[in-house]
C-alpha cells in the first residue's frame, strides 16, 4: 500500500479497513501497517480490521460441508485447521496469534481489539427474526462480550485498534 501522496503524520485517525484482508506476504502487509502508522500523527489512532479463522472454519467449512474439501486441496492444514490462504481464495485468515506477531516491533499501543460481528454471522436467522427490543438486548449482549479474549476467535471480522506513540 502506497500512501506516498501523503505526508508523514497527516491524519488523527487512519482506517485500514479492507487491505489486510487481501495481502498475502509478510512484506505487503508490513508495508500497509507501516504506511498507515506513517500518516498517522504522534498520537493519532490506527483501525486495522482482519478476517478471522475460526469463523470461516465453522460456517465454510463445516456448516456448508466444505471442510474435508478444503483439507484434501491443501486450503485447511488438517492438524491445526488454520486456513493456508492465497491470492485465489481473495481472503487471507488470521488467528489472534499471527495479529500479535505481525503488529510486534511498531511504536503503537493497543487500546482494544474487537470482535466486530462475533456471534451475529452464526446466527443470522435467529437474529433477522427479532423483535426490536430483543434484538436491542442481543447488542447489549455483544457490546458487553466482544472484547473478551476466549470469544475473540469466533468472530469473522476483528478490529484492532490503537494508538501512535
Known amino acids: 500500500m502506497d ?5 508523514d503524520e497527516t491524519f488523527d485517525i487512519t482506517l485500514v479497513l479492507g ?11 508490513k508495508q500497509a501497517i507501516s504506511e498507515a502508522i506513517r500518516v498517522t500523527k504522534k498520537r ?7 478476517c478471522m479463522n475460526e469463523a470461516t472454519i465453522i460456517i465454510w467449512g463445516f456448516q456448508k460441508g ?7 486441496s491443501g486450503i485447511v492444514d488438517r492438524n491445526t485447521f488454520k ?5 485465489s481464495l481473495l ?23 474487537v470482535a466486530t460481528d462475533l456471534l451475529t454471522n452464526h446466527m443470522r436467522n435467529t437474529i433477522n427474526e427479532m423483535d426490536e427490543s430483543t434484538f436491542q438486548a442481543y447488542l447489549n449482549y455483544h457490546f458487553s ?3 473478551r479474549s476466549d470469544l475473540i476467535g469466533i468472530t469473522h471480522h476483528s478490529l484492532d485498534i490503537f494508538r501512535k506513540r
Open 3 to 7: 500512501l506516498s501522496c501523503y505526508n
Open 19 to 29: 487491505p489486510l484482508y487481501h495481502l498475502f506476504n509478510s512484506n505487503d502487509k
Open 44 to 50: 493519532g489512532v490506527v483501525f486495522i480490521s482482519y
Open 66 to 72: 466444505n471442510i474435508l474439501e478444503g483439507i484434501e
Open 83 to 87: 486456513c493456508l490462504s492465497n491470492p
Open 91 to 113: 481472503f487471507e485468515m488470521y488467528r489472534k496469534e499471527d495479529i500479535d506477531k505481525l503488529m510486534a516491533g511498531y511504536d503503537v499501543k493497543r487500546f482494544h481489539f
Open 145 to 147: 462480550i466482544c472484547e
